[in-house]
Nanobody
Framework: QSQLVESGGGLVQPGGSLRLSCVASGFTLDGHDIKWFRQAPGKEREGVSCISDDGMNTNYANSVKGRFTISRDTAKNTVYLQMNTLKPEDTGVYYC??????????????????WGQGTQVTVSS
């Protein structure tokens, strides 16, 4: 069974850091752009960051630029989202998604072939 599994969420104080992981099983992330989305209570799901299949292209939402970093480890079939200087407005369920790459440029659209189940991130004092 092909699936994505996120981990690394939790409760952190404002200004703190977390690193989320997205591991694929049953398929390889090679050839896929990987995207991170988040959804806060009562709000629509929004794109946070993405990385192209070769790791050469990345994209970030304006709200996280300079604070979040996306990376991928091909050997581990894993993508990471390093989140620094967290703010209360970063609170939400974070999802990773895999999209079969077509252009070498990742786009923060909700199109995806696989979705994870999400991991909760809560930023609060």
């Amino acid at each position: 069974q092909s699936q994505l599994v996120e981990s690394g969420g939790g409760l952190v104080q404002p200004g703190g850091s977390l690193r989320l992981s997205c591991v694929a099983s049953g398929f390889t992330l090679d050839g896929h752009d990987i995207k991170w989305f988040r959804q806060a209570p009562g709000k629509e799901r929004e794109g946070v960051s993405c990385i192209s299949d070769d790791g050469m292209n990345t994209n970030y939402a304006n709200s996280v630029k300079g604070r979040f970093t996306i990376s991928r480890d091909t050997a581990k079939n894993t993508v990471y989202l390093q989140m620094n200087t967290l703010k209360p407005e970063d609170t939400g369920v974070y999802y990773c998604a895999a999209f079969r790459s077509v252009s070498g440029v990742c786009v923060l659209s909700p199109l995806a072939d696989y979705w994870g189940q999400g991991t909760q991130v809560t930023v609060s004092s």
